[in-house]
């Protein structure tokens, strides 16, 4: 009997073979690699990553899929299959060499963010990471200062890493189809950060509350952080907006706070 598509776990299976073909073609794999796929469903893309012989992990947290999926790839070697929650999944454990990890998967949209975030708190391991996602998240990971799609989740993912929209995916390509664009975005984690910051934690709180109030100017947003004075001394304009304040000048931000009120 065929896998029903599970609305609590947002799942909307892949199944459109140009836009896998795609994928592939925009990942560039060797064989030598170790590649993870989070929620894989029912291995439309599981299928041709094996075929290239590279090793694979997958964590699903779905365990008639899990089922499915062992039942499906048994021969292979190349194969390990996780029953899991990406969200508490420890990625660590599965780096054993100096390879770093390569990650892939189509993500339901109510745990994108916080497992983007789960990810990157480990983000030396990883090499980089091609992920589906609604095109409205991708949009605002790779969102510029002075664009209304500029916010929190821009400032700190591109804090971390490099985003990249690859091309958008029609919601045809899915069964079943959802009522939303979606795209492929690729992510390279820096090796150097592009700014020196005291703590993630810090940068988070500075932009967390001057996004929290986005209509406002930061001289209002962020006035029991700092006040018009310091945030002008920092070579910074008090009466913009969150959204025109660059990842830099949050950073200066962020460090004075750390400097003068840790």
């Not at 996780?82 to 745990?111: E, W």
């Not at 991708?138 to 400032?155: E, H, N, Q, T, W």
């Not at 830099?248 to 004075?256: G, M």
Request: proline share 5%.
């Amino acid at each position: 009997m065929a896998h029903q598509a599970r609305k609590r776990f947002g799942q909307n299976f892949l199944q459109d073979h140009n836009v896998i073909n795609q994928i592939l073609s925009s990942i560039q794999i060797e064989k030598n690699q170790h590649w993870v796929e989070i929620g894989p469903g029912q291995g439309a893309l599981t299928q041709p990553l094996l075929d290239q012989g590279m090793r694979l992990d997958i964590v699903e947290l779905d365990r008639d899929l899990v089922t499915l999926l062992r039942d499906k790839f048994s021969q292979y070697s190349n194969l390990t299959i996780h029953s899991g929650d990406a969200l508490k999944f420890d990625f660590q454990s599965l780096v054993q060499t100096t390879c770093k990890l390569r990650i892939i998967g189509n993500l339901p949209y109510n745990i994108s963010t916080p497992l983007l975030f789960h990810l990157l708190s480990n983000a030396g391991m990883i090499e980089d990471m091609h992920f589906m996602l609604q095109k409205e998240v991708v949009d605002r990971i790779c969102a510029a200062p002075g664009s209304k799609k500029y916010g929190r989740l821009s400032v700190m993912i591109q804090y971390h890493c490099h985003g990249e929209l690859l091309f958008d995916v029609p919601p045809e390509s899915f069964s079943p189809i959802p009522k939303v664009m979606s795209a492929i975005v690729r992510l390279v984690p820096h090796l150097q950060p592009p700014v020196n910051i005291p703590s993630v934690t810090i940068l988070n709180k500075v932009v967390t509350h001057a996004f929290s109030q986005r209509r406002k100017t930061i001289r209002n947003s962020l006035k029991k952080l700092l006040n018009e004075q310091q945030i002008n001394a920092l070579g910074i304009n008090p009466k913009a907006r969150a959204e025109e304040i660059t990842l830099l000048e949050f950073a200066k931000l962020a460090n004075f706070i750390n400097a003068n009120y840790q």
